[in-house]
Each structure stands twice: as structure tokens, then as C-alpha cells.
């Protein structure tokens, strides 16, 4: 069984920045791509950024030059680096980890972590 455990959200004045972290445990084989989506009441869950295995990174036109994603392969961790926050960054903030858990390979998610932008 994989779990993950997202860490790190919390309130923030806009300008500010937070540190996103989502670890990932278990049985675990291999992991392909890792990512950070959002979501707020009402809409749809929308993507962040995303990371390959080889290190290539994607992001949402929103979040471009403010947010960077990395990962640690050896701590099966996934990070989201969050600069110059603006209230309409905030959402619930999941990752979703690519897992190939020694019998196939399927997508997980975290629980979610609230992040509040607000003065």
C-alpha cells in the first residue's frame, strides 16, 4: 500500500511565500512523474506544476516564475516552492505521485493542504 503526506501549508500575507512538501511511503518500486494541483470550492481541481523522473518541469500559466517545483527521488518526495503569493493562490493543494508499486503503476494522491493568501 503507498501513502502520501502532504506538509507545509498554512496562512500567508499576499507577497509572501510558503514550502509545500509531499512524501511518499510504502511499497514502492518506482516513481514516475510527481505533481501539485489545486483546487477551490466550485471549480475544477486544477494543475500546478509538474515534475518527470528526468527532471523536467511543467507549470500552469499562472503560477510561471513565481513557483518551483523539485523532487528528491531518494526521499520519494515531491516539493512546491511558492514566491510573490497572491490571494487568488489560495486553494486546497494536492500531489499526486506516479507509483509503480511492484505489481503495476497507478496515480495517488495527498489529503490536501489548505493554503490561505489573505491580509
Known amino acids: 500500500q503507498v501513502q502520501l503526506v502532504e506538509s507545509g501549508g498554512g496562512l500567508v500575507q499576499p507577497g509572501g511565500s510558503l514550502r509545500l512538501s509531499c512524501a511518499a511511503s510504502?511499497?514502492?518500486?518506482?516513481?514516475?512523474?510527481m505533481g501539485w494541483y489545486r483546487q477551490v470550492p466550485g471549480k475544477q481541481r486544477e494543475l500546478v506544476a509538474t515534475?518527470?523522473?528526468?527532471?523536467?518541469?511543467d507549470y500552469g500559466d499562472s503560477v510561471k516564475g513565481r513557483f518551483t517545483i523539485s523532487r528528491d527521488n531518494a526521499r520519494n518526495t515531491v516539493n512546491l516552492q511558492m514566491n510573490s503569493l497572491k490571494p487568488e493562490d489560495t486553494a486546497v493543494y494536492y500531489c499526486k505521485q506516479r507509483i509503480h508499486n511492484g505489481l503495476g503503476v497507478g496515480d495517488y494522491w495527498g489529503q490536501g493542504t489548505q493554503v490561505t493568501v489573505s491580509s
Open positions: 515534475i518527470l523522473g528526468g527532471g523536467g518541469t
Open positions: 510504502g511499497s514502492i518500486f518506482s516513481i514516475y512523474v
